[in-house]
């Protein structure tokens, strides 16, 4: 019902910089939340950065002053831009977002998607 699809991933050098987008499609009513979430090789998901359909947004103490969300409502798309970059930055970089469902009658179907992206890897190495 609702694909959200990550893009901008790759391999950036320490100190380098990377920006991550995703954009969902589908059966959007309108989107609540969206965020960003990574997992590196043996740890568990966390989250890095989020933001409100208002824009409110909050980011992870390990991404602060580095990292920024947004979002742009009319394209139905959340991005990343992540600065000094260093080699703890590597990992699998997931897209998530609260999507309220739209219905045949183009209003609102009552029921909400939490959505995932499949993931986009980014490497920080030298």
């Known amino acids: 019902q609702v694909q959200l699809v990550e893009s901008g991933g790759g391999l950036a050098q320490p100190g380098g910089s990377l920006r991550l987008s995703c954009v969902a499609s589908?059966?959007?009513?309108?989107?609540?939340?969206m965020g960003w979430y990574r997992q590196a090789p043996g740890k568990q998901r966390e989250l890095v950065a989020a933001?409100?359909?208002?824009?409110?947004?909050n980011h992870a103490d390990s991404v602060k002053d580095r990292f920024t969300i947004s979002r742009d409502n009319a394209k139905n798309t959340v991005y990343l831009q992540m600065d000094s970059l260093t080699p703890e930055d590597t990992a699998v970089y997931y897209c998530n977002a609260l999507v309220l469902l739209l219905g045949r009658d183009g209003n609102y179907e009552g029921r909400a998607m939490d959505a995932w992206g499949q993931g986009t890897l980014v490497t920080v190495s030298s």
């Open positions: 589908g059966s959007i009513f309108t989107i609540n939340g």
């Open positions: 933001i409100t359909a208002g824009g409110a947004t």
